[in-house]
């Protein structure tokens, strides 16, 4: 599991007293890709204002953008920002346009060309190292029609390994992420991917909570004590059996303080970050919604809707 680095001191941007952890202990933190409407900038502001302690930094066009000119400046411009608030920080990879105007996510380590996914990946490594990030996470990608299965494999498992690579010799943690409908779905996936790239130790997982009620058989809670170890990063969003829909907290069919007692239990202190990236459009209230929830949450109970469950 990532060890966190030390909050930042008191400062101008960062007032004093703020406390390091939240109920339970956990660090939250929030997806920028759920402030897509906002200058990078102007969204950590809000979100250190807030109290969130990291973000999960979403490399996309308004936000970092790694194919930008002048990515050493703005690199250390964001560093300095991230130190200033005391925001701890991950790095995120699904931005949907980034690469091909025209295709979402394309290409990815399964297509015919995926040089400009593994390019994309190996910058997000070597801006994750000067950000000082605890992980940089991403994902297979959906196998396209054309690609047998066993090929979109052998390709998964070469990309994955080449970024690996690069990770270990910038010594940034991996987090790879199972996503429903993507050729790696859930964590079942990512052992049987850890096992073919060799168990290296930097590769690690990504688990969203949300996924977990999505399509896993074990209960929420189960899902997090199985992975404990390997556990570098974690999104949170509320979310259905059999439906991948990012829903705001108490929407879906989760039962939150569960979950945040087996991350705790689980020794893991590493970002604990929303992840509700069709929400830009309200983002400042949907945060402070969030971490309301969230806080609550760790301190014990809260009202259940009828179908609500740990499964």
């Given amino acids: 599991m990532t060890t966190p680095p030390a909050p930042a001191p008191a400062g101008p941007d960062r007032p004093a007293g703020r406390p390091p952890l939240d109920p339970a202990g956990l660090r939250l933190g929030y997806g920028t890709n759920g402030f897509a409407n906002h200058r990078l900038g102007d969204a950590l502001t809000v979100l250190a204002d807030l109290g969130y302690q990291g973000v999960a930094l979403t490399l996309d066009h308004d936000h970092l ?31 949907r346009y980034l690469l091909d105007p025209w295709h979402k996510h394309a290409p990815t380590l399964l297509h015919d060309e995926p040089g400009a996914r593994i390019e994309f990946l190996r910058r997000a490594v070597w801006i994750g190292a000067d950000l000082g990030a605890e992980a940089v996470s991403f ?19 070469a990309g994955c390994a080449a ?51 999505c399509l896993e058989p074990e209960p929420v809670p189960d899902c997090v004590a199985a992975v ?52 830009s459009h309200a983002a400042p209230a949907v945060a402070a919604r969030s971490l309301d929830f969230l806080r609550a949450a760790a301190r014990g109970p809260v009202p259940a809707a009828a179908d609500r469950n740990t499964g």
Avoid at 67 to 94: K, Q
Avoid at 189 to 207: C, E, K, Q, V
Wanted: hydrophobic share 45%; aromatic share 6%; net charge negative.
């Fill in 163 to 213: 970024v690996c690579v690069a990770a270990d010799a910038a010594g940034v943690p991996l987090g790879f992420e199972p996503e429903p409908g993507m050729l790696v779905e859930d964590i079942a996936g990512w052992r049987r991917l850890r096992d073919a790239l060799g168990a290296p130790p930097a590769f690690g997982i990504t688990l969203d909570i949300g996924h977990c009620r």
């Fill in 65 to 95: 953008d790694p194919f930008a000119p002048e990515l050493a400046r703005r690199v250390t411009a964001v560093r300095r920002r991230l130190d200033a608030l005391g925001l701890g920080v991950v790095i995120e990879t699904g931005a």
């Fill in 228 to 279: 404990a170890e390997h556990l570098v990063n974690v999104q949170i969003d509320d979310m259905r059996r059999g439906v991948h829909e990012h829903l705001e907290f108490g929407e879906g069919e989760i039962d939150f303080p569960p979950v945040l007692r087996a991350l705790a239990g689980a020794g893991y202190r590493g970002l604990v970050a929303v992840e509700l990236p069709r929400h």
């Fill in 139 to 157: 994902w297979a990608g959906v196998r396209p029609p054309e690609v047998p299965a066993a090929v979109a494999w052998d390709r998964l498992v």
